[in-house]
């Protein structure tokens, strides 16, 4: 059940004929094609999820020409698959009614970057990693950084409301989000938000198209905020014995009033996994936590000494490090980046669950974690932002016949999780993974709310159709 394509409506052959055409006439062949081997490469994303290779793919080159392919494929009654960097973990990029994928990696522009207002307004295609570049050669810091920072992009990381390690401290995408230009279905242009730090002007459209996992509309510009460049960064790394003292650590760490910029943690199944890929741990360690501060020299200094008393004085320490040069650093974050390569080389097959749990629960999740596994017999790990509860819980199995367990073992997490009052997911969104279970969390009214607001900006659900909400008359999985 968990990653079998929703029931959607397909274009017919005449609809995808007259839009294929049209498209031609209007872009050129050099960016709208039909080609099969062209389009079967955008038929999937970085999750599993199920989808059917596009019938045409558009990729775009300016606004101009999302705005013409929305709005011949709003005539023509083919639906559109929106596409930034396809690095999501959920399916939200992957088409499961066939028609055009909209790929938007080409706007690779930063049009400005502000110094004295503190922004920078760029285009959808702009790699993450590099934006982090380039301003903070001006001085200045752009927060949000999904994992994928090297490859997933601006337009994917509004989609989702990208978060990341930084987000403890800084929180997620939606904060840095002043304004958006997006281009609705029949090619309407929408302009929604501000440059100034302050301005409550009507709805805040921007934040609700931030997160929309592009039911909404397709970004091709951001104006998003920046802050002052930290001046000094500290990483200590702390190995426990049980990954029940780690968490505990952190609660400690919170509960002292630190507010540290990262504080992850890898549980003993995690570090396994990264052992076996050659990466030097202490075989007495269970567990880890990676802790990063930032600010003015000082206010490090004195954070990392807090922090070193406050773990030291914590049962079941095994070691504690801290980096003394920007290589140390990078050599502490060496694991923690590593992860999802790791952990794809233990097992044939991988499923991340992004949930999040208030912090004080994270021991009780890790705990209901080991029973479901325990129960359904499924190899799992446990790895992520211990800081905001934000856990990515991994189910790893090599057979088909086991499958089976898996799902079971996924929606008892699921069920899990909101019964200790989290929810879903924290960055990695619904998409097409999670629908079965949104109804967990949300009641049937307020699913419908949802649907009526997508309804107000594509009345005939033509952009990215199947994602986020369940068919109506789903039940229970």
Known sequence: MLLVAPKVAYPTASALDKAALELERALGISKATRDANACAAYASDESEAIGRAPDILVIAASRDDVVKTLAIAESCG???????????????AVPVAGGIVLATHALTQVKEIDRENLLAVVEPGVVTGQLHELVEKEGLFYPPDPNSLASCMIGGNLAENAGGPRAFKYGVTREYVLGVEACLMGGR?????????????????????????GTLGVFTEATLRLVPKPRAIATVLALFDETRRAASAVSALIAAGMVPRCLEMMDHATLDAIRSQGVAIDPRARAMLLIEADGDPTAVDDSLQKIGDSLSSHEGLVDLVAAQDASQRA?????RRMLSRATRKIAKYKLSEDVVVPRSRIVDLLERVDVIGQKENVQHLTYGHAGDGNLHVNFLWNDDEE?????????ALMRATVDLG?????????????????????????????RDLKRVFDPKELLNPGKIFPARGHSAC
């Open 422 to 450: 989290g929810t879903l997911s924290g960055e990695h969104g619904i998409g097409i993974a999670k629908i079965p279970y949104l109804h967990f969390e949300q009641s049937e009214a307020l699913i419908d709310l949802q």
């Open 189 to 213: 242009v929408i302009r929604c938000g501000k440059r100034t730090v302050k301005g409550v002007t009507g709805y805040d459209v921007t934040a609700l198209f931030v997160g929309s996992e």
């Open 403 to 411: 499958r089976a367990r898996v799902d079971r073992a996924i929606e």
């Open 78 to 92: 083919v639906p559109v698959t929106p596409r930034a960097g396809g690095t999501g973990r959920t399916g939200g």
């Open 331 to 335: 050599r502490l974050w060496e694991a």
